[in-house]
């Protein structure tokens, strides 16, 4: 049961780096406290890891086929990678790295799943598409909506600092269900917990993460990269929370970092390109096309000697 322990560190890891794209922006527009953000984010994570977290767990585990070993040294990569970045205080995408170690993993023993992969590789391109998309539908249809009801200072102000709670909620819900493969998916492929006890353990490992460790990152997240106002952290969240939970329905699991990227980037997009700092941009960037190559790597180092270790 050691090798659970990888998985528990992977969670860690993944809600120590990702529960910053939930609530980064809210927090950094100042409508809700840090505390209040990271309990939230943690609660709702749990509940949706339990309700909704099993369709992904199938994805993962079918691009290569896993053994006790292989499971343990996935996981460790992968949490080792993001586990990196977060120091870095950079938001990079838990679902490259951990499909970086499967792969590390399945090119060592000659074995890969192109078709499961295939399917990903879509899946992390159309995230922060599909939530640039989002953002530019819903932020002036919301806005002209809010416009309509002609509100005082004082109420639009409150019902923005509620639309924000509910946003992350519902975004750290689709973290849970969606997520939660990257962390003990691949452990229902091999026999050791069932869905039920991996989406369990996934969120509650994901949920220490947020609560310990998650603030570097969302200074980056809701700081560095565009400074939103209430009303734009308000859409950038939902529109990550709408695309991720599409995923997590389709079954596959997705980057919220690569998500609220997007939201952000579209909000930066119709209030001017000048808005968009291209120097954390472009770190961002650089963290996405490093986390799969890193976490190969390490994976494929890691799979190496527990194979050498298991010989002699």
Same mark, same amino acid.
Not at 291 to 297: C, G, Q, R, S, V
């Given at each position: 049961?050691?090798?659970l322990l990888?998985?528990i560190f ?5 809600g120590?780096?990702d529960?910053?794209?939930i609530?980064g922006t809210a ?5 809700i406290? !840090?505390?209040?953000?990271?309990i939230?984010?943690a609660?709702f994570v ?7 977290g ?5 994805t993962?585990?079918g691009l290569v086929?896993?053994?006790? +070993?292989?499971?343990?040294?996935a ?6 990678? &993001? ?8 938001p ?5 790295a951990m ?5 590390g993993?399945?090119?060592?023993r000659?074995?890969v +799943?192109?078709?499961?992969l ?5 899946a992390?391109v159309?995230t ?9 539908i819903?932020?002036p ?6 416009? /309509? ?14 639309g924000?709670i ?8 689709a973290?849970g269900a969606?997520? &939660?493969? +990257?962390?003990?998916g691949?452990? $229902?492929?091999t026999g050791?917990?069932?869905v039920?006890?991996?989406a ?7 949920a220490?993460?947020?609560? $310990? !460790?998650?603030?570097n990152v969302?200074?980056?997240v809701?700081?560095k990269l &565009?400074?939103?106002?209430p009303?734009?952290?308000f859409i950038?969240?939902f ?6 939970? /599409?995923?997590a329905?389709?079954g596959?699991?997705v980057?919220t970092?690569?998500a609220?990227?997007g ?5 930066g997009i119709?209030?001017g390109?000048q808005?968009i700092?291209?120097? /954390?941009l ?7 096309i490093g ?7 390490f994976?494929y180092?890691?799979?190496r000697?527990?194979l050498i270790? /298991?010989?002699?």
């Open positions: 049961m050691y090798r990888s998985g992977m969670g860690w890891s993944l120590s780096n529960s910053a794209n609530f927090v950094f527009s100042k409508k406290r !840090y505390r209040t953000a990271v939230l984010c609660v749990i509940i949706g890891a339990l309700l909704e099993q369709g992904g767990m199938h993962l585990s086929d896993q053994t006790a +070993n292989s499971a343990f040294a996981t460790l990569a992968a949490a080792l990678t &993001v586990t990196l970045m977060s120091v870095l205080k950079l990079v995408s838990t679902s490259q499909v970086g170690a499967i792969i993993i399945g090119i060592l000659g074995e +799943n192109f078709s499961g295939t399917k990903v590789l879509i992390w159309a922060p598409l599909g939530t640039i998309v989002a953002t530019l819903l932020y249809l919301v806005g002209a909506l809010l416009r /309509t009801m002609r509100l005082n200072i004082f109420n639009r102000d409150l019902i923005l600092k509620w924000l509910i946003a992350g909620c519902y975004g750290a819900y973290l969606n997520n &939660v493969a +990257n962390v003990t691949v452990y $229902t492929h050791q917990l069932t039920f006890q991996a369990a353990l996934g969120g509650t490992s994901i220490l993460g947020a609560l $310990t !460790y998650s603030k969302m200074i980056t809701g700081k &565009v400074r939103l106002d009303y734009g952290a950038a969240v529109s990550m929370a709408l695309v991720v939970h /599409t995923f329905i389709v596959v699991p980057s970092s690569q609220i990227i939201s952000v980037l579209g909000i119709l209030k390109v808005t700092k291209i120097r /954390t472009l770190m961002i960037l650089f963290g996405w986390t799969p190559a890193i976490a190969l790597m994976a180092l890691i799979y000697s527990l270790y /298991t010989i002699h």
